[in-house]
């Protein structure tokens, strides 16, 4: 089992990015797929989630409006899309898969808002 996730970096505030996650080694439409951050010295936080079959979306209020996160069944790959970046948005972020119990997680790419 994979989950990589790429598209990090540097951003000005205001600026964009697009995060993919790409899995591998279990049957990925069958899974809700999250992305998760963590900010130097703070907890783990859910950003979004979304459905095995990508029809309801849920978002942590800090990003509303401004992310959209999305899947393609097809590639084995969920995306987030960041507009509008705060400097708090710096963390790494994290790909993550849940069915039942099951839990998988991916390496995280770092995400950085400064000017």
């Known amino acids: 089992v994979q989950l990589v996730e790429s598209g990090g970096g540097l951003v000005q505030p205001g600026g964009s990015l697009r995060l993919s996650c790409a899995a591998s080694?279990?049957?990925?439409?069958?899974?809700?797929m999250s992305w998760y951050r963590q900010a130097p010295g703070k907890e783990r936080e859910l950003v979004a989630d979304i459905t095995s079959a990508g029809g309801s979306t849920n978002y942590a209020d800090s990003v509303k409006g401004r992310f959209t996160i999305s899947r393609d069944n097809a590639k084995n790959t969920v995306y987030l899309q960041m507009n509008s970046l705060k400097p708090e948005d710096t963390a790494v972020y994290y790909c993550?898969?849940?069915?039942?119990?099951?839990?998988?997680w991916g390496q995280g790419t770092q995400v950085t808002v400064s000017s």
């Open positions: 993550n898969g849940r069915l039942g119990p099951l839990r998988y």
């Open positions: 080694g279990f049957t990925f439409s069958r899974y809700a």
